[in-house]
Every structure is written in structure tokens, then in C-alpha cells.
């Protein structure tokens, strides 16, 4: 073994060796898995028990998906001002009420009790990810929160071949019901857990709110936009590779390769988080999109497999890069609020790189779809750092004119002790 792996092997052991970190990512798989399923199996309900179009099933997902949106935010603020037990229970009662329903009455009935329980949905996301930076010091905070990610695509990879088989075996009522109300027995874990989201602060109870304007600077916007930007060019890459592989007359390999891009993302996950330094979130975005874009030269499934791996490396850094860049960024005491944004940005890039794929797709064939999002991450990667690095500049020079820089680059009063200094050398 390697002195690298080595250290990469510690950073992660100690980090897991955390009990509250160690506790929180195993509740996050616990949860998102059969959030996951249940995604797949609401799809099938509709189109299988309710006899519905694929539409129709859209239109139910995108309702999910927009009151998941609206909510990030919204849950985010109860988090930071009420604390996770008061902010989840009523959630627990409303998506349980919910899903007992929902899976055994018409389409009509569906749609609005879905968005009901969209809207109340357990910030899963905002909770494990400020539990885990807190557990944590700040050199560890990138490693935790790649491991985070790292739970994630083993949730997003088991979690429809699990609501596919509940479906098949049992019917999509079942199935529904049974993924939600696992996911509500999550919740209920977390809850019993209360595991604890910031570090408390002395003056807590007395400190004034802190508005949104307050917080919500451009470099917190850029920061988002990056997060939105990824998604665009993750979501676009899936819809491309389908389209592609059904192209190429290999549509069984739409799994296999779908599996390398994600263990891609965890490789590339590991390596990042085992990396004492820091990198830029819009310097990934960037590295991602210019990955992304080779994936159009590919003419067969192997060598799409082995590019779309490589574009690949680059998805959980940039994720990771854009939470950890954004969690210090603000406030702590706002940091469940900015992370529900940061969710509903991804929500929101999801959005719209599948029917911004789907154009290019539909007037220049499959490789558009990966120069076409690929060109657009790698785009606001250098809009972002451009802005960036002026913002920074004009910061520094703000904060040298306060000083009032002096000769010799000193402040007038440094510059008058140097010469006394010199004067008492000279004797």
C-alpha cells in the first residue's frame, strides 16, 4: 500500500470512526433508498395500476419534484430557527396521512396529495449534510461530505431496482406504500436521533435573525448557480446516454453503462476527498463539462462506456465542492436554510437539462446533447471564475484603501514606527 492510499484510507477511517457521522450517513441511506424507489414506483403506478400516459406520469413527478423545490428553503429556515425534532414531526403525521392515501385513489385525487407531501417532505438532505459538517473539523469537511455524496449513489443505484422488484412482486399500491412509509420510518429514526445540526452558540437565544439579503451575497448566487449548472450537464448526460445507446441498437447496455458513470462518480468522489487541498467548485464544473463533451465521439458502447466513466470522475467532486464552498459561505446559523436552496438548485438544474437535452437531441442527434451541456457547464465555469476572481480583487483593494496603504506599502503609522526604529539603530 501506498503512502497516498494510506492517507487516503485515514482520512476516511477517521472520519467514519465519528459516531454521530457514522450514525447519520447510515439514517441517510435508510431514507433516501426507498425515496429513491418510491420515485420509480409513483412512474409506474400511474402508467401500469392507473392506466395513465407516460405524460401523465411526467406531470406527477414533476409535481413532486416542484413542491420538493419550494420546500428546500422553506424547511431549511424551520431547521435553522426551531431545530430538527420541531421541524420534522409535522412532517412525519402529514406524509404519513399522505401515502396512506394516495396510493389507492384516482389520478385526479394523486396529483394534489403528492404535492402535499412534497411540500412536507423531511429535508433529509439539508439535515445529514449539517450534521456531517458539524461532527466534523474543517480539514475533514470535504472528506465527510464526499462520503455523503458517496451514500447517495448507492441510494440512487439501489433504490429503483428495489421499487421495480416491490412493484413486480407485489403491485404498485403496495409497492408505493410500502417505499414511503419506509422512508416516514426513516424520518421517525432521525427524529428519535435528534442528532445535532449546528454547534450552539452562547448567545443563541438572544441573536437577531439573520435576513436573507443579509447572507444572500453574489458569490453565495455564483455558488448556486454552479449547483444548478451541474445538475444541467448530470441530468443532460443521462437523457443523452439513453438516447445514444438506443441509437447505437444497445439498449440492454443502458444499465451497465449507467453503472460505470456511477462508478466513476464514486472513484472520482474518493480521490477527491482524500486531497488535502481544496478545489474551486467552478474549476470542476469546468473540468466536468470539458469531460463531458468527448462523450459525442464515441461509436460503440465500449468506448462510450470508458468515456462516460471518465466524465464520470468529475460529478461527486463538483457536488461536493458546491456544498463545502457554499456551507462557508454563510452564517452558520442560516447554513440549514442555504442548504435547502442548495437543494433546490439541484432540483431545478434536473429540471431543465432533460428538455434542454431533448432539444438538442431531436435537431442534431445524441452528441449534441453532450456538447450542448457539456459547453454550458464548462461556460459558467469560467463566467463564475471570472466573477469570482474580480469580485476578489475589488474586495482587496477596498480593504487596502480602509487601511490607507502608506509608503513603502506600510500604513502611515507602521511606515513612522520603521523610521523611529531606523533612528535608534543610527543612534
Known amino acids: 500500500m501506498t503512502l497516498r492510499q494510506r492517507a487516503s484510507g485515514s482520512a476516511y477511517a477517521s472520519v467514519l470512526r465519528i459516531p454521530a457521522a457514522r450514525r447519520t450517513l447510515l439514517l441517510g441511506v435508510i431514507i433516501r433508498t426507498p425515496l429513491m424507489a418510491g420515485m420509480v414506483t409513483l412512474t409506474l403506478h400511474v402508467v401500469s395500476h ?13 409535481v413532486v419534484t416542484i413542491a420538493s423545490a419550494i420546500s428546500g428553503p422553506w424547511r431549511g429556515r424551520l431547521l435553522d430557527r426551531y431545530g430538527l425534532r420541531r421541524t420534522v414531526l ?4 402529514v406524509l404519513t396521512v399522505c401515502w396512506s392515501i394516495a396510493p389507492f385513489v384516482g389520478y385526479w385525487l394523486l396529483l394534489p396529495l403528492v404535492a402535499v407531501a412534497g411540500l412536507f417532505i423531511v429535508p433529509t438532505f439539508s439535515i445529514i449534510r449539517q450534521v456531517m459538517i458539524t461532527a466534523v473539523d474543517d480539514e475533514r469537511r470535504k472528506t465527510a461530505l464526499v462520503l455523503d455524496s458517496i451514500a447517495v449513489e448507492l441510494s440512487y443505484m439501489a433504490g429503483p431496482a428495489l421499487g421495480v422488484l416491490l412493484a413486480t412482486w407485489l403491485g404498485t399500491p403496495f409497492a408505493l406504500l410500502i417505499c414511503e412509509l419506509a422512508s416516514v420510518a426513516g424520518g421517525v429514526a432521525l427524529w428519535l436521533v435528534n442528532p ?14 439573520v435576513p436573507l439579503r443579509q447572507w444572500l451575497s453574489p458569490t453565495v448566487m455564483l455558488v448556486l448557480a454552479a449547483t444548478m449548472a451541474t445538475m444541467i450537464v448530470l441530468t443532460g448526460s443521462d437523457v443523452g446516454a439513453i438516447a445514444a445507446l438506443r ?17 466513476g462518480s464514486a472513484t472520482g468522489g474518493l480521490i477527491y476527498g482524500a486531497m488535502r487541498r481544496t478545489v474551486s467548485a467552478f474549476t470542476l464544473l469546468g473540468l466536468l463539462g470539458l469531460a463531458t463533451m468527448p462523450v459525442a465521439l464515441a461509436g460503440g458502447p465500449l468506448a462510450f462506456g470508458v468515456l462516460i466513466f471518465v466524465a464520470g470522475l468529475f460529478c461527486a467532486p463538483t457536488i461536493t465542492a458546491t456544498i463545502d464552498q ?22 431545478g438544474g434536473a429540471a431543465l437539462g ?10 442534431a442527434g445524441w452528441p449534441s446533447s453532450f456538447l450542448v451541456v457539456g459547453g454550458f457547464g464548462l461556460l459558467l465555469a469560467l463566467l463564475g471564475t471570472v466573477m469570482i476572481t474580480v469580485r476578489n480583487r475589488r474586495e482587496l483593494g477596498q480593504s487596502a484603501r480602509k487601511i490607507n496603504i502608506g509608503p513603502g506599502g506600510l500604513p502611515p503609522s507602521a511606515t513612522v514606527a520603521r523610521n523611529r526604529d531606523c533612528c535608534r539603530c543610527r543612534g
Open 247 to 263: 441509437a447505437m441498437g444497445h439498449e440492454p447496455s443502458i444499465g451497465i453503462v449507467l453503472a460505470a458513470w456511477g462508478l
Open 354 to 363: 432533460s428538455p434542454v437535452a431533448g432539444f438538442a437531441i431531436d435537431h
Open 90 to 93: 409535522p412532517s412525519l403525521f
Open 196 to 209: 445535532v445540526l449546528r454547534p450552539a452558540e452562547p448567545d443563541e437565544a438572544t441573536a437577531a435573525k
Open 50 to 62: 392507473l392506466g395513465m400516459s407516460y405524460s401523465a406520469a411526467g406531470i406527477a413527478a414533476a
Open 326 to 347: 457554499l456551507s462557508r459561505a454563510v452564517p452558520t446559523r442560516v447554513r440549514g436554510e442555504a442548504m435547502g436552496w442548495h437543494g433546490s438548485a439541484l432540483t
